[in-house]
């Protein structure tokens, strides 16, 4: 079982990556990351970060960081897991 705060940091990724498959012109959002400060439902970076690590413990969730080129700081990617994706659905009660 999904807590409420769980749900609404997967709904945020799934939102990004609909999004960015759209803009990819790509069918299946399954295999889009997108940068993980473009999808915080939280008031702050602190939740965020908690609420992430506990999704990625669970299996619900994948990241990946990499330098960015310009300013040097670390971008972190993160994407739902097929198991994460189950969950959502369960938790949305959607088939």
């Given at each position: 079982?999904?807590t ?28 889009h ?57 369960a ?5």
């Amino acid at each position: 079982m999904l807590t409420e705060e769980e749900v609404r940091a997967l709904d945020a990724i799934l939102k990004g990556v609909l999004a960015r498959s759209q803009e990819e012109g790509e069918g299946d959002p399954l295999f889009h990351a997108v940068d993980a400060s473009g999808v915080n439902p939280f008031p702050d970076a602190r939740t965020q970060s908690d609420v992430y690590k506990g999704l990625a413990r669970k299996g619900l969730i994948a990241c990946s960081g990499s330098r960015a080129l310009q300013g040097g700081g670390l971008v972190v990617h993160v994407f739902m897991t097929p198991k994460g994706w189950e969950a959502l659905k369960a938790a949305r009660s959607v088939n």
